[in-house]
């Protein structure tokens, strides 16, 4: 084949597939694949009515092109709500769930439709990075999409990948409510925002990291963490975050959690400690209820700091997940 036959040209891929697959194949093969057929079926009427083409349905994966990455968006949060509505479960464990990762970069495309590039590549390593029933994006999908498509993202930040060069940052993307774009249009618009429209938002104030001993360096570098945490936070849509200058006040402050949160007004409160070694980090947070001043939940980390990247996302990931249900601690 000459070179002339192959076209060069920039698409959003989407790629897809059955998280634990095998495991369902094990339990009962031929309700796995009846619910598989189902499931392609969705795939195909929701991509071809988003402009979109099917290149693969190999196995449980899938494989589709769009000439906009809109178009791939709306096709994967269709897929996802059809799926979720869908009644057919090959076992007791569930439905299939499906992980999307969608990318918009360059593909080499033949004569026969098939596609391949490195934009497929990272679509394939997105869609890896996805929970079940996630939908991962790129930030060049992010960034083309703006605000065309009903979506909330949320940024994960950046992740290595294999046989990628660079690491690629990326965004979990899920379907926006009527009453969640109400609330983002709210957001934008701080004056629009009543005391009744933050009295329904989940909130938290970052206490002080303590740490083991005087030495400043603990000190500097559990504010950082700190700060880093309230940064990432602070990207999440419908969660009230008390400032570093009013948190600061209580490094010294020897009070009870109940107190704190009624002093500053807020429901949750993270606490946490801090230990540095050499190149090493041991960090303890602990999510309290500031009603009842109970620990509703304990983090241990244990990590390098060459993998503070690493450890930042993982406790965002802690925080943000219930977050997004509009209550920090259920």
Not at 34 to 62: H, N, T
Not at 86 to 112: Q, T, W, Y
């Amino acid at each position: 084949m000459s070179e002339s036959e192959l076209k060069q040209r920039l698409a959003a891929i989407l790629a897809a597939d059955v998280a634990g697959y095998s495991r369902l194949m094990s339990v009962d093969e031929r309700a796995t694949v009846a619910a598989l057929d189902a499931a392609r079926a969705v795939f195909r009427k929701r991509i071809e009515s988003s402009q979109g083409r099917v290149i693969d349905m190999a196995g449980d994966s899938v494989l589709a092109v769009f000439e906009l990455a809109s178009g791939a968006v709306s096709a994967a949060l269709s897929i996802q709500k059809s799926l979720n509505a869908a009644s057919g479960e090959p076992d007791a464990g569930g439905r299939l769930r499906f992980r999307i990762g969608v990318h918009l970069g360059e593909i080499i495309e033949k004569p026969d439709g098939t596609v391949y590039g490195d934009g497929v590549n990272i679509a394939a390593r997105l869609q890896a990075l996805a929970e079940p029933g996630e939908i991962a994006v790129s930030d060049a999908v992010k960034g083309a999409v703006g605000r065309r498509v009903p979506a909330a993202f949320t940024d994960r930040g950046e992740q290595a990948v294999k046989n990628i060069p660079d690491a690629i940052r990326w965004h979990s993307a899920v379907p926006m409510q009527a009453e969640s774009r109400g609330a983002t249009q709210r957001a934008r618009n701080p004056l629009a925002r009543t005391v009744e429209d933050l009295a329904t938002l989940p909130s938290i104030a970052i206490l002080p990291f303590r740490t083991s001993t005087a030495d400043p360096e603990q000190a500097v570098f559990g504010d950082g963490l700190r700060i880093d945490i309230q940064g990432a936070l602070v990207k999440l849509a419908g969660v009230v975050l008390i400032g570093i200058g009013t948190t600061n006040t209580y490094r010294s402050k020897d009070v009870p959690p109940k107190q704190a949160a009624a002093e500053m007004g807020v429901r949750y409160l993270l606490e946490g400690f801090v230990q540095k070694s050499g190149e090493r980090a041991r960090i303890t947070a602990s999510l309290i209820d500031g009603a009842s001043g109970q620990i509703i939940w304990t983090e241990h980390y244990d990590r390098v700091l060459d993998d503070a990247q690493q450890l930042l996302e993982a406790m965002r990931r802690r925080l943000a997940a219930p977050a997004r249900s509009r209550d920090l601690g259920h």
